[in-house]
């Protein structure tokens, strides 16, 4: 089982920076492959970003695609998301979670943070 903790929300305004870290407690953080997602109110969760187990790829939804950079360091069990440009549409609880199949589907992920909320004010 792993237990992961989402830290690094807050609020910022538009065309600023947050970077997101996704602490990971458990046993071989190393094996799964990481993701990132969001939900803002009213509308479903969705893909945002994954990495494999071993940093060698990375794959961004469009909306993040040039913004968002994903990377972890699995020596400390962390996964991070470094969001630069944001914009208020990026508001949201922002949620890693691990899985053992490469995939940007959300039933394919095992475990869950409990996510971070972002808010972009314009």
């Known amino acids: 089982q792993v237990q992961l903790v989402e830290s690094g929300g807050g609020l910022v305004q538009a065309g600023g920076s947050l970077r997101l870290s996704c602490a990971a407690s458990g046993r071989a953080f190393a094996s799964y492959h990481m993701g990132w997602f969001r939900q803002a109110p009213g509308k479903e969760r969705e893909f945002v970003a994954r990495i494999r187990r071993g940093g060698d790829f990375t794959d961004y939804a469009d909306s993040a695609k040039g913004r968002f950079t994903i990377s972890r360091d699995n020596a400390k069990n962390t996964v991070y998301l470094q969001m630069i440009s944001l914009k208020p549409e990026d508001t949201a609880v922002y949620y890693c979670?691990?899985?053992?199949?490469?995939?940007?589907?959300?039933?394919?992920?095992?475990?869950w943070g409990q996510g971070t909320q972002v808010t972009v004010s314009s």
């Open positions: 979670a691990a899985t053992g199949v490469p995939s940007r589907a959300s039933h394919d992920y095992l475990y």
